[in-house]
């Protein structure tokens, strides 16, 4: 099981941040801030460069909008550490 406070295990998050938002949402981070009630795109770049990982809500939202798009995000993709403790 890996460490979640692991470098490469953050940079995993991160990744998989990035990916939903290019692959799924298709997105800019400036849009994609706006769609998840952010008021700059700084707090996305955040999650991307694994400075801040998302939180519960924030991957709710997510999820929320994806599924609006016909896509499946699910939390353990966006939020691993969540379930490997």
């Known amino acids: ?9 953050i940079a995993k998050i991160a990744e998989n941040f990035y990916n939903v938002r290019t692959k799924v ?4 981070q400036e849009r994609f801030a706006q769609l998840l009630g952010f008021n700059t795109r700084i707090q996305i770049s955040h999650y991307e460069t694994g400075r801040f990982r998302p939180s519960a ?4 939202k997510i999820i929320t909008e994806a599924a609006k798009l016909g ?5 353990e993709y966006l939020r691993p550490d969540f379930f490997n403790k």
Request: hydrophobic fraction near 35%.
């Open 1 to 9: 099981m890996p460490n979640k406070y692991n470098k490469a295990y």
């Open 25 to 28: 949402f298709k997105m800019t």
């Open 57 to 60: 809500q924030t991957c709710n």
């Open 71 to 75: 896509a499946v995000v699910t939390l």
